[in-house]
């Protein structure tokens, strides 16, 4: 842990590639069973100063890097749909008017069905949203009942039709499986109705019981039977199968799209580049000091708290310019950072390499090393020897580097053997 890391100003060759900036809204109408994300329901009270609070620390990061160039926005949560009409708009013109955007930047919004109604779509297209992901989870309404979901099969394909005609074209739906009393059959039955709907975008997850979640409880209890992690398996290589058929590229682990329309903020995380987090809860990784390390970052988790912080560091920032001039503003010092963390060479090299081994395209280790400044083929020479002729590995020419197909679902085993002991 580090509270004396120097942030990078924008002047610096740090930040010369750009961020991506993540906006966390902590606000949800009800709150499902299986999440663990920082949201919370019942406090609609508080929507103002959220606002007026990300708007505050959207600005003070704009003048403590030096105004970078943004690639990617990704609005998440929690619900961004759920905010009051306009709030979208406003928060994306403080992004504006504080930074360069970059001219084809991806920028997302997390909605769920019950949100997207016409007017909602055509309010956020209008607000500079030019991608959405739709928290479907599944096709069957009886599955969507134990997951606590608000909306059903139908109008989950409702809603992607209303997005089509405030006229989105790059729509991502998410899903589950692996869910308890899910079949195969309904999984089958998902993925066919989602692949007839033809969204550009599909990210699928595994449920993973999440420590102290009511799901976790209820499957403790007996209430719920475990999840099989065998039927898991099978209905991720019948999505694999299906996906394909339906012309879908499997580039990621848990993500396949058609052609061209991969998550731009999304690939940013895997190829472990730089991103700002604002809201609370929010987390942030940047490169620090002279070695480049990553320094890892995360906001105030209270919204109430948020809110005081931010204002305090808005206060501080307008005394003279203060913060704008200096070029090492230290972590510490800016109010609404709850905790950080320097990565060390070790963890630099094994995220690197776990991070980037995600994409099934596979990851350039020769790139990858120039950027972080670690021989990675050196220093991984014995576990590289060994996974690829363990059949976990393949490598297609001198220095790119992919999983096999055989390792898809034991990839969390590949990427143990980069981690120090």
Request: with cysteine; aromatic share 8%; charged share 20%.
């Amino acid at each position: 842990m580090s509270q004396t890391a120097k942030l990078p100003h924008g002047s610096q060759s740090a930040l010369s590639e750009g961020v991506s900036l993540y906006v966390h809204v902590p606000f949800c109408l009800s709150k499902c069973p299986y999440c663990d994300f920082n949201t919370y329901q019942g406090i609609e009270s508080q929507f103002d100063d959220f606002l007026t609070a990300v708007i505050q620390e959207i600005t003070a990061w704009s003048s403590v890097l030096g105004r970078p160039t943004v690639n990617t926005v990704f609005l998440g949560g929690g619900t961004p749909s759920y905010l009051p009409d306009g709030d979208v708009a406003r928060i994306l013109d403080a992004i504006n008017r504080n930074y360069p955007i970059r001219a084809d930047a991806e920028i997302t919004a997390e909605c769920n069905p019950n949100d997207l109604s016409p007017e909602k779509c055509a309010e956020i297209r209008s607000a500079g949203i030019n991608r959405v992901s739709i928290g479907v989870q599944s096709m069957d309404n009886g599955l969507l009942s134990m997951l606590g979901r608000r909306h059903d099969a139908d109008e989950a394909a409702q809603a992607l039709e209303h997005c089509r005609r405030a006229g989105f074209d790059n729509v991502n739906l998410d899903l589950m499986y692996g869910l308890p009393q899910q079949s195969l059959d309904q999984w089958r039955d998902t993925a066919a109705r989602v692949v007839a709907l033809a969204p550009e975008h599909l990210s699928l997850y595994s449920l993973t019981l999440e420590e102290g979640t009511p799901l976790r409880r209820w499957v403790q209890q007996g209430r719920l039977p475990e999840p099989d992690p065998d039927l898991a398996a099978d209905m991720y290589d019948h999505a694999r199968v299906a996906l394909a058929a339906g012309g879908y590229h499997h580039y990621e682990i848990s993500n396949w799209t058609l052609p061209g329309l991969e998550s731009e903020h999304n690939l940013a995380y895997w190829r472990n580049l730089q991103w700002v987090g604002v809201g609370p809860g929010a987390h942030s990784s940047l490169r620090v000091g002279d070695a480049g390390s990553a320094c890892r970052f995360w906001t105030v988790r209270s919204p109430r708290e948020y809110a005081r912080l931010a204002r305090e560091w808005e206060e501080s920032v307008a005394k003279a310019g203060a913060w704008s001039a200096v070029t090492d503003c230290l972590i510490a010092e800016v109010p609404t950072v709850d905790g950080s963390e320097v990565s060390d060479e070790a963890t630099t090299a094994a995220e690197t390499m776990f991070l980037g081994l995600r994409l099934l395209d596979g990851m350039d280790v020769a790139a990858a090393s120039a950027r972080i400044g670690i021989d990675l083929l050196a220093r991984y020479e014995r576990e590289l020897t060994e996974l690829t002729a363990d059949g976990l590995l393949q490598w297609d020419g001198d220095s790119r580097l992919r999983l096999a197909e055989e390792a898809y679902l034991v990839a969390n085993q590949v990427f143990t053997r980069f981690l120090v002991d």
